[in-house]
């Protein structure tokens, strides 16, 4: 080989390689091997053949989906890299077969869900799979399910490229639309120099004040700060549980009538709604419990005063690839940075019967307002970003496996498409991502599609028995919601029709 082309295969070497960041190797760390669930009902049949031939001409050309990892050394966690490969979709598209007229479908589906994630997948291929469940549902003809490793990206980023391969069905060669979060407009313009500065330096005091405190929190919540044993509270080693994955499909247009009759946003509602939800769900498991002479609580409320229940949110930290952006990558070859660029914060929840449902979206409103001004997610994605570089992945897993092991669950939400979609020709009806291999005996993810917002649960069965249940109390919390801005008169007739 002459030299230059030496340098030349050298170059292709390093190009075809990619060192693990420090996250994605946090979410291959042994007890906290993290993937991400998308299951995808489908308006028709899907055709195995078809999707394989869109799935080569698109997500196949992704970096992160056409390489493996692979580690170099005997040290833990160490020379972590992706390493471009030859894709064989047959290794990656499951069909099994089916019968049509299988009882339960839906339960069906639950535990053919439950059960893929028992394997984990192969680290000698691309560490995603897709599998076509050909059978009818009460909400769907078939079912899609893609797990991918959370090591790939964030779940932004992922959703967005899982996007980025459907159509809109009223016009096939069109990418999906997805509103795009607006920042409040100011009122202040007519205030004068002196007030606008003035409350700039009480809005900066308020950011360092809310900082510091939530630092000390998360410090804390490392050191010794747990939260309250409840019945939805998940034991030490509640990450190596099999879950349980279902969900419930309400009406955004319910929400979004809230968030205008409260001047709130979308993300309170569903905060608040999910609040009131637990609060239900909990009321019920508590009022099952026998106290110390062995009767059984009776009484409207059976919640213990002073509950600590608090959820992480992660938050990316890095401004995600759009879908037209994830479209032309795959297309063009184009470069865009992927991977995980994220931190965490601690949102407490107020677990207890409100007398007025709409309470609980108000104090939802609250906490979230007061968490905008905070730089927690900086903090913790800087801080552990340190002890990563100063003490590796296993230090650094160790202290967020057990800040997330003192707190009790974890939130989501993203948005979703505003018209219908298909999947290389499928029309979609529903989207229901989720997450699993936390620390976590619970989590609970929203997400849009049209005129509707789909709750997934990702259950530990063993802390939580009937999470069907839990599915029915957040749902009846919206309506609840719903009817007492109804009755104030907060929400106009005409609005509802």
């Known amino acids: 080989m002459m030299m230059g082309d030496h340098v030349k295969a050298t170059r292709n070497s390093h190009h075809d390689e990619e060192p693990l960041s420090p996250a994605a190797r946090f979410f291959h760390a042994p007890r906290f091997n993290v993937y991400i669930i998308a299951i995808m009902g489908c308006k028709t049949r899907i055709n195995p053949d078809v999707v394989k031939a869109g799935l080569e001409q698109t997500l196949v050309k992704h970096p992160r989906f056409s390489s493996k990892m692979v580690v170099d050394g005997n040290k833990y966690c160490k020379n972590q890299k992706w390493t471009r490969t030859k894709v064989n979709l047959e290794d990656h598209i499951i069909v099994p077969e089916l019968d049509p007229n299988i ?181 019920r498991r508590y009022s099952g419990e026998e106290q110390k002479d062995g009767r059984v609580k009776q009484s409207n409320s059976n919640i213990p005063k002073g509950i600590r229940l608090r959820t992480a949110i992660l938050v990316n930290l890095r401004k995600s690839a759009g879908i037209q952006d994830m479209a032309d990558m795959m297309a063009k070859g184009s470069k865009i940075r992927g991977g995980n660029v994220i931190g965490y914060l601690f949102l407490p929840f107020t677990i207890a019967l409100q007398d007025d449902p709409l309470d609980y979206v108000r104090k939802a409103k609250a906490i979230i307002d007061r968490k905008k001004l905070s730089l927690e997610p900086i903090f913790t994605s800087t801080s552990l970003g340190l002890v990563f570089r100063t003490f590796g992945t296993k230090v650094t897993t160790a202290i967020m496996r057990r800040a997330l092991s003192n707190i009790t669950m974890a939130i989501s939400g993203m948005i979703g498409p505003q018209e219908e979609i298909s999947f290389y020709g499928h029309p979609i009806a529903y989207l229901a991502p989720t997450v699993y291999g936390g620390p976590s005996s619970l989590v609970v993810h929203f997400q849009s599609y049209v005129n509707k917002m789909t709750i997934s649960l990702s259950a530990d069965p063993s802390v939580i028995p009937d999470p069907h249940e839990l599915c029915n109390n957040i749902e009846e919390s919206l309506k609840l919601v719903r009817d007492a801005a109804l009755n104030k008169g907060l929400i106009k007739l005409q609005d509802v029709v």
């Open 103 to 283: 009882d339960f479908p839906d339960r069906f589906v639950e535990d053919y869900v439950s059960n893929v994630t028992r394997t984990p997948l192969d680290l000698s291929k691309p560490l995603w799979e897709l599998h076509i469940l050909n059978i009818k549902t009460s909400d769907a003809e078939a079912v899609g399910v893609f797990r991918i490793h959370h090591s790939m990206g964030d779940g932004a980023s992922l959703v967005s490229l899982l996007l980025a391969c459907t159509r809109k069905t009223s016009d096939p060669e069109a990418l999906p639309s997805v509103p795009v979060r607006k920042r409040a407009g100011s009122t202040f313009n007519s205030w004068d120099g002196f007030w606008w500065f003035f409350l700039a330096i009480w809005l900066f005091l308020r950011l360092i004040w809310n900082t510091f405190v939530d630092v000390l929190l998360f410090v804390a919540t490392i050191l010794f700060l747990n939260d309250t044993k409840t019945p939805i509270k998940g034991a030490p080693g509640v990450e190596l549980n099999v879950k349980k994955f279902v969900h419930r499909t309400v009406s955004l247009d319910d929400i979004k009538l809230v968030k205008n009759a409260m001047n709130t946003t979308v993300n309170d509602v569903v905060v608040g709604i999910t609040q009131a939800g637990l609060s239900r769900y909990l009321n």
